[in-house]
C-alpha cells in the first residue's frame, strides 16, 4: 500500500561539535523581535487565549502607524529581515531602531523587493516601500517614529511582565544546562523543538535545512512568538545565527494592573516583597533568582519563601542542587485580579 499521508514541512538546523560548545541562551527579549512578532500576532485571531485579551487592548487605538508596521511585517509569508538585525546584549530601544535605520541601501532595496515578490501577504506594501527601498531620510523617519510608538502603545504597558516571562524561561533553561549541558538545554525544548543528534527539528512553514557550520546558534525567546520558531530568511556567514522561538504564558497576563486598593490589601496582608514575590514564582523561581531580582540577600529570600510556603500559598522542591519555587492553586487563587505589587524593602 502507497503511503499517501503528507510530509510536514520542518526545519533542520545541523549542528558540529563547535557549534554545541558555542550554543547560547539570550538573557533578554529583543525589542525589535517582540515588535515584528506582536505585529503579526495582532493582524491574526491565533492563540486567543493567550494574545486575545491584549488584542482586545489595543486594537482600538490602530491608525495609520499600524497600516504601514502592518504592510512590512505581514501575519504569513515573509517580513524583511533588516527590522530585526542582529543586536547585541540588551540594547535599548532606542538603539535598535537606529539599528534598523541604519541600514545600508543595498539590504533595504534586496529586502524589500522579496516582500514585494512575496505571494503570501495578507497586506497591501506601503505606499513608502519604493522610498525605503531608495533609503530616502524622510521614509526612514517615518518608519523610525512609527516604531517607537507602536512600542509606546502596544508593548510598553505590558513590558515588565514580558521580561520576566522571558526571565521565567531563561532560568528553565539555564538549570538545563547545568544538569545536562549543551545536550540537555536542547532536549529541554521538547517538544516545540526536537533534539536529535546532531539536528534540532522543528515544524515550519517551508522545508529548510540550516548547517551552522561552527557559528553556534543563539535561542532566543520571545513573548510574541507563537506556535512555532522564526529564523531570519537570509543568515549572514560572519554573524551567529539566531533562533526566535515561543515561550509559555501566564493566563490573564494582559489584564489591566494598575495598583488600587485590593494590590495595596495583598501588600498589607503579606508584606510588599512577599506579595511581589508570590507573583513572581508564577512560572516558577530559585532562591537565587529571587535575590537577585528583587535586591535581597540569599537569607532574606529564604526567609520570605518560607512564611509563603507555610501559608500554603507556594511550594518549594529541590532540583539537584537548587531550590525551586513555585505557586499553588491557593496562591494563585489569591493572585486572581489582583494587579502586581511592588517590592518594598
Not at 511550594?315 to 525551586?324: E, F, G, I, P
Request: hydrophobic residues 45%; proline residues 8%; contains cysteine.
Amino acid at each position: 500500500m502507497t503511503d499517501r499521508r503528507r510530509r510536514l514541512p520542518m526545519l533542520r538546523v545541523h549542528f558540529t561539535a563547535e557549534d554545541l560548545a558555542r550554543v547560547r541562551v539570550a538573557a533578554a527579549p529583543d525589542p525589535l523581535w517582540e515588535l515584528t512578532n506582536s505585529v503579526q500576532v495582532l493582524a491574526t485571531e491565533a492563540s486567543t487565549l493567550v494574545y486575545g485579551e491584549w488584542r482586545r487592548l489595543v486594537r482600538p487605538g490602530r491608525g495609520p502607524v499600524d497600516a504601514l508596521l502592518a504592510g512590512l511585517m505581514p501575519s504569513r509569508g515573509y517580513a524583511p529581515d533588516f527590522l530585526t538585525p542582529a543586536l547585541s546584549g540588551s540594547p535599548a530601544l532606542d538603539n535598535a531602531i537606529d539599528k534598523v535605520l541604519s541600514t545600508p541601501r543595498t539590504v533595504l532595496r534586496e529586502d524589500l523587493a522579496s516582500l514585494a515578490s512575496s505571494t503570501e501577504r495578507s497586506s497591501p506594501l506601503p505606499a513608502t516601500t519604493r522610498a525605503l527601498a531608495d533609503g530616502q531620510p524622510d521614509a526612514l523617519r517615518r518608519l523610525g517614529s512609527a516604531l517607537h510608538v507602536y512600542h509606546r502603545r502596544a508593548l510598553a504597558p505590558h513590558w515588565p511582565h514580558i521580561r520576566a516571562q522571558v526571565d521565567a524561561d531563561v532560568a528553565v533553561r539555564t538549570r538545563a544546562v547545568l544538569d545536562g549541558g549543551a545536550d540537555g538545554l536542547l532536549a529541554s525544548f521538547a517538544p516545540l523543538l526536537r533534539w536529535r543528534p546532531p539536528v534540532l527539528v522543528a515544524d515550519y512553514p517551508v522545508d529548510r535545512d540550516v548547517r551552522l557550520d561552527g557559528r553556534g546558534l543563539l535561542l532566543q525567546p520571545s513573548f510574541f512568538c507563537h506556535h512555532r520558531p522564526v529564523m531570519l530568511a537570509e543568515l549572514r556567514a560572519d554573524l551567529t545565527p539566531v533562533l526566535v522561538h515561543p515561550i509559555q504564558h501566564t493566563p490573564g497576563w494582559a489584564r489591566a494592573r494598575e495598583a488600587d486598593g485590593q494590590g495595596a490589601e495583598l501588600g498589607a496582608l503579606l508584606g510588599r516583597t512577599r506579595a511581589a514575590i508570590l507573583e513572581d514564582v508564577v512560572t516558577g523561581r530559585t532562591t537565587g533568582e529571587l535575590a537577585q531580582r528583587f535586591g535581597i540577600s540569599a537569607a532574606a529570600a529564604s526567609q520570605h519563601t518560607a512564611v509563603l510556603r507555610r501559608a500554603g500559598l507556594l511550594l518549594s522542591m529541590r532540583r539537584n542542587k537548587y531550590m525551586v519555587h513555585t505557586i499553588t492553586p491557593t496562591g494563585l487563587a489569591l493572585l486572581a485580579g489582583i494587579p502586581s505589587t511592588p517590592p518594598g524593602r
